[in-house]
């Protein structure tokens, strides 16, 4: 069986292809892709990433865009008539983890940069002029 262990909003999970989970809101996109992958089990082999495993990506798609169950927040001090009640609801993103590993799009790749690009020129200074005060006369 493989999984892996992703970090998101904070917060970590162990997921693999097919599963489901409530996660911190992320967006009105369709597919997400989470590039913090912590750990990769596949089998016999274990990939422990320091702190990521690099080039392993895990994949998902966005179901729906629900609520957490409410939190009741009641403050109370005895003596003084002070209440105070108020409620939460943590906005979540369902997903469905669709794949596990590496993908490498062409279109996405970073592009060879030639050496001459990398040695930029040292800025040329511009001359500051110096302006010299004009000496008032005094009148007399």
Do not use: C, W
Not at 13 to 22: E, I, R
Not at 39 to 65: C, N, R, W, Y
Not at 102 to 107: E, M
């Amino acid at each position: 069986m493989k999984y892996a262990v992703i970090k998101t909003g904070g917060k970590q999970y162990k997921v693999s292809v097919g599963s489901t989970l409530n996660v911190e809101l992320l967006g009105e996109d369709k597919s997400v892709i989470f590039d913090e992958v912590l750990l990769v089990v596949d089998g016999d082999k274990v990939e422990v990433g320091m702190p990521h495993v690099a080039g392993t990506k895990v994949f998902a798609d966005v179901i729906s865009q629900v609520k957490a169950d409410k939190i009741e927040v009641f403050k109370y001090k005895s003596k003084s008539r002070y209440r105070k009640h108020t409620g939460h609801r943590q906005p979540l993103s369902a997903i469905k983890i669709t794949g596990i590993g590496a993908k490498v799009d062409s279109s996405v790749a970073p592009k060879a940069v030639s050496p001459k690009t990398l040695a930029k020129k040292p800025a040329t200074k511009k001359a500051v002029v110096k302006k010299t005060p004009v000496k008032k006369s005094a009148s007399k």
